[in-house]
């Protein structure tokens, strides 16, 4: 997950900076990171089909990313990180609450303002 980050915010400077290349650099890493990932293993088949789909997910999107870069479209580029920072946020609250569930254990209650 750390290079995913690290990925993650060279887009992000590559998006804010207008530098096509290092989105393009780090959409590669992060497409190639999640293909490196390891298989996720599962008792339940549901549950092995869902975090599947996020996987596959993340790869298309990341995918899409680098397209966008190498077509220097940063309004493309932009949306497309949206949906994979979305797709993230998702996949891990899922597997959050799958641990939650197996140990009976809640995730810490979350700080409200």
């Known amino acids: 997950m750390h290079a995913k980050l690290v990925h993650s915010q060279g887009v992000l400077h590559g998006l804010v900076l207008r530098d096509f290349e290092q989105m393009r650099q780090a959409a590669d890493g992060l497409r190639v ?62 597997l959050r609450e799958k641990d939650a569930l197996q140990t009976g254990v809640l995730p810490e209650a979350e700080e409200t303002k």
């Open 33 to 94: 990171t999640s293909q490196l990932s390891p298989e996720f293993v599962s008792d339940d088949v549901l549950d092995d089909e869902v975090y599947k789909h996020f996987q596959l997910e993340f790869l298309r999107l990341s995918t899409k990313l680098g397209e966008m870069a190498r077509s220097e479209n940063l309004e493309g580029a932009a949306f497309t990180y949206n949906n994979l920072t979305a797709n993230c946020m998702a996949c891990h609250q899922y």
